[in-house]
């Protein structure tokens, strides 16, 4: 079957670092990707990665696994504005997304 | 402004009565999704489009039909609502013809069925 796992909820501080996880199992891999939803809000794309390592983008990076089936989103330099909920979202076998349930980052100052 | 409109914003229904939620773009993205969000819960999707004409089940189809008689409009109908689809109901939409494409959401619409 297919799974992803995600912490439900993290608290960091702002100015700080805070590493969110996403482990998944899929039946093949066609990409992994992260998604940023504030409160009541749509979520919008962050990242995509689909091959193994680390892209940087601005305070934002994402890393991937493939052997192992895990993912993380590196938030840095953290902002009262980055308390949100995160995503991680992979394609099935019929290249439709399956979500984690999201991560809710609280930030306190 | 480019984008994904949702309609409406917020709706109360009784249950057994028949809902439209409409979804329009104008980006002439090729694709179009129907997703739940439940708390707690990820993103369910119900179906969705790959190109204008087409269809396709996603997780949790039953309940719900849906149409794509051109590129803009992907209109999502509950034919007799029940409580279970109280929910809030996102339309996305992608220039690649399969989810595995970066999705663009509209704002959602937030549907309560008494």
């Known amino acids: 079957g297919q799974n992803i796992d995600q912490p439900t909820e993290m608290t960091a501080t702002e100015g700080a670092i805070v590493q969110i996880n996403c482990t998944y199992q899929t039946s093949g891999f066609n990409g992994l990707f992260w998604y940023q939803q504030h409160a009541g809000e749509a979520p919008t794309f962050l990242s995509y990665n689909v091959l193994d390592g680390l892209e940087e983008k601005g305070r934002f990076s994402s890393f991937l696994s493939r052997s192992k089936g895990y993912s993380y989103l590196l938030l840095k330099e953290l902002q009262m504005k980055d308390s949100a909920s995160y995503l991680c979202a992979v394609p099935d076998s019929n290249y439709q997304l399956i979500w984690g349930a999201g991560t809710k980052l609280i930030i306190k100052p | 402004i480019a984008g994904i409109t949702q309609a409406p914003t917020s709706q109360i229904l009784a249950a057994g009565r028949r809902m439209t939620l409409r979804c329009t773009q104008d980006?002439?993205?090729?694709?179009m999704y129907w997703y739940r969000q439940d708390l707690g819960l990820g993103l369910r999707l119900i179906h969705y489009s790959n190109t204008a004409g087409t269809t396709g089940k996603g997780e949790v189809p039953d309940g719900y039909s849906v149409s794509r008689a051109n590129t803009d409009d992907f209109p999502l109908t509950l034919a007799s609502a029940v409580p279970s689809q109280t929910s809030v109901y996102f339309c996305a939409s992608s220039v690649g013809t399969t989810g595995a494409n970066v999705l663009t959401f509209g704002a959602g619409s937030r549907l309560t069925v008494l």
């Open positions: 980006m002439r993205h090729n694709a």
